[in-house]
């Protein structure tokens, strides 16, 4: 086996609670790539929720919106968006309930809500400078990728069980969720990027720490999951490595023969 190709999550792998960068990203990324080993990120992220970091980064190929949305070089490989007719009912359920909705579309994410308190700190919580842009109807003439349902933990339930079929709902934060088309996670980007690049999936390594993370964790190559890791996305995984916070990536390469570590100098 021969790593070809290496996607990286954002939160809680690349980046730690205090939104910083793990220790030594920069110099495990930059020795990947002059081993012409090709680099992307694979986040729950919506595309513009992504690009500080891709920019800060230099990563030009994604799996965005908890894989129903991959950008190879570039080029969309993959877009599978939320039928209009889901959306459509699911905006209603939202808006009786009394729930912010914010949609994520290819450019931009969009609030039902104009500058809502929970809004505003998911947003701080991603480390974001800005809200969405306030536009209920955004939905009706973009493609949209993805939703955050805001709710409370338990509130979900009827959403979930009205829309088991077409949406999956998986829980980042105590505000609110990710709510994608069903049948969709990061592996289905993943795999859309490597058939594009032409790389098996047993010669790609990728990196994780969540729940959104176990599929992908488990179908690539070599699934790293890091340190701080939850339960599922560590069983998924062949390797563990170290938190986040103690330079996880840097070390699973580390481990993994795809660079050196410098000796400690007297």
């Known amino acids: 086996m021969a790593i070809r190709f ?33 680099t992307a990120i694979a986040t729950g992220r919506a ?52 729930y912010p909705v914010v949609v994520a579309g290819e450019a931009a994410c969009f609030a039902n809500r104009p500058h809502h308190p929970e809004i505003r700190e998911a947003y701080r919580f991603l480390g974001l400078p800005s809200e969405p842009v306030y536009d209920p109807a955004a939905w009706k003439r973009e493609d949209v990728y993805q939703l955050y349902l ?4 338990g509130q979900e339930a009827p959403f979930v069980e009205a829309y088991q079929d077409s949406l999956r709902f998986i829980r ?55 340190g701080n890791a939850a339960e599922p996305a560590k069983r998924a995984a062949r390797r563990i490595t170290a938190s986040v916070d103690e330079g996880g990536i840097f070390a699973a390469l580390v481990d993994l ?5 410098e000796p400690v100098r007297p």
């Open 47 to 98: 595309p513009d929720q992504l690009r500080p970091i891709a920019e800060r980064l230099g990563f030009d190929s994604y799996v965005c919106c908890n894989g129903s949305l991959a950008v190879y070089r570039g080029e969309k490989v993959l877009a599978r968006a939320v039928p209009h007719d889901v959306m459509d009912s699911f905006i209603q359920c939202a808006e009786s309930s009394g």
């Open 257 to 261: 023969g795809l660079m050196e570590e």
């Open 172 to 226: 980042p934060h105590r505000f609110y969720l990710d709510v994608f088309p069903a049948g969709v996670s990061k592996a289905t980007g993943v795999e859309a990027i490597l058939r594009r690049a032409g790389c098996d999936k047993e010669d790609a390594l990728a990196f994780g720490d969540s729940e959104n993370d176990v599929e992908m964790l488990a179908y690539v190559g070599t699934g790293v999951a890091m």
């Open 6 to 38: 290496a996607f990286f999550d954002i939160d809680g792998t690349l980046i730690d609670d205090r939104r910083e960068l793990s220790p030594r990203v920069d110099e495990a990324l930059a020795a990947l790539r002059q081993r012409g080993i090709e």
């Open 150 to 153: 805001f709710c409370k933990p």
